[in-house]
């Protein structure tokens, strides 16, 4: 009697397991008793399957939609958190990384920030070495614009 039971509780598990296949590989419509019985779509929504909504395409739509679509692009990026510190007192820290004599001053990274920022009462510096290395980019590339414009200008 217990293999009998054991028996029907795995057939029950294995037609569940596929029904959820069926359905979560959206075959669902081949399914002529979807179609037929209403009650079959409301029990289904109550195990939470959705149907597919049909989507509308861009052509379609007209200029209306692409002049909306180019005013999202157009959008500002959201901003972060504002940067803790200016791009001026990045320049100068910066540039004293990049100058310093590594033979008289062997000192690291975290080191020199830890000096120049400050740390925090665990011992680990204010800034990381991933936000010096991101704004010694952003330095860099403005000593690239403002050579360039000095440049141009002939001073």
Known sequence: MSILILALITVGMRAGWSLDRF???RRIDLWRIHRTIRQTGYFLSLLGYEEDQPQTSLLGSGISNTTQMLASM?????????????LDRWMRVV???????PFRNP??????????FGTYADGTPCMSEN????NRKKVFEELRKNASLQQETGT
């Open 95 to 101: 540039l004293a990384w990049e100058n310093r004599d």
């Open 131 to 134: 936000s010096f290395y991101e």
């Open 107 to 116: 000192m690291t990274l975290t080191e020199f920030l830890s000096q120049e």
């Open 74 to 86: 157009d959008r500002p990026k959201r901003r972060g958190r504002p940067p803790t510190h200016s």
């Open 23 to 25: 359905i979560r590989h």
